[in-house]
């Protein structure tokens, strides 16, 4: 294990890009058919948990603001997200997401710190110093990087990267291709 993440016990995952394929540009995933697991993403979120990590994810969901889906659509996704998991044995401890558009009025849009700070508070334990964000675009990144936060930048498909991924390479403090190779590499 990199001596670096030796201390990491929360690892915050984006959804989209990361667990799931990402969309094309100016689409949305709102319902499970929709939604692909990235390969080996099963085997990396139930090794991170066998090793006594707590994952949490944490995305960016602003269809909702858009008027694409619900809440509730976004809540059945994550249920049934779960219920796949499950059958690999595994799960997520955690689910935050933001449902606002760009510019919105809210603090929990990434890279805002509104997210990061509801799990902090609700895993009593959980501090900017022992956890580690993973994610594909610029906004984990940075959202990381303004809590003093730990992070993984996964490249991805280079169809689907949204604008900012050379400076996210730049500010990440690894960079990976899938969330697989991050935890195989840099935490186990």
Not at 89 to 101: K, Q, V
Request: glycine residues 8%.
């Amino acid at each position: 294990m990199t001596p670096y993440f030796k201390d990491v016990r929360y690892v915050f995952l984006d959804r989209d890009g990361v667990i799931g394929r990402k969309p094309p540009e100016g689409e949305y995933i709102s319902q499970w058919k929709s939604f692909h697991i990235v390969p080996g993403a099963e085997t990396a979120i139930s090794s991170l948990r066998r090793s006594g990590r707590r994952v949490i994810v944490v995305t960016n969901q602003r269809g909702v603001a858009l008027g694409r889906y619900s809440c509730e659509e976004v809540e059945e996704l994550h249920s049934r997200l779960q219920h796949h998991l499950a059958d690999h044995g595994t799960r997520i401890d955690a689910f935050y997401y933001c449902p606002h558009d760009n510019g919105g009025n809210c603090d929990c849009r990434k890279p805002k710190p509104g997210l990061f700070q509801r799990a902090f508070r609700d895993f009593h334990d959980a501090t900017p110093e022992n956890s580690l964000m993973i994610g594909d675009s610029i906004s984990d990144i940075e959202g990381a990087c303004n809590l003093g936060m730990a992070s993984i930048f996964i490249r991805g498909d280079d169809k689907t990267q949204k604008p900012g991924s050379e400076r996210a390479v730049l500010l990440a403090d690894r960079v990976c291709d899938s969330l697989l190779q991050a935890v195989d590499q840099y935490l186990l």
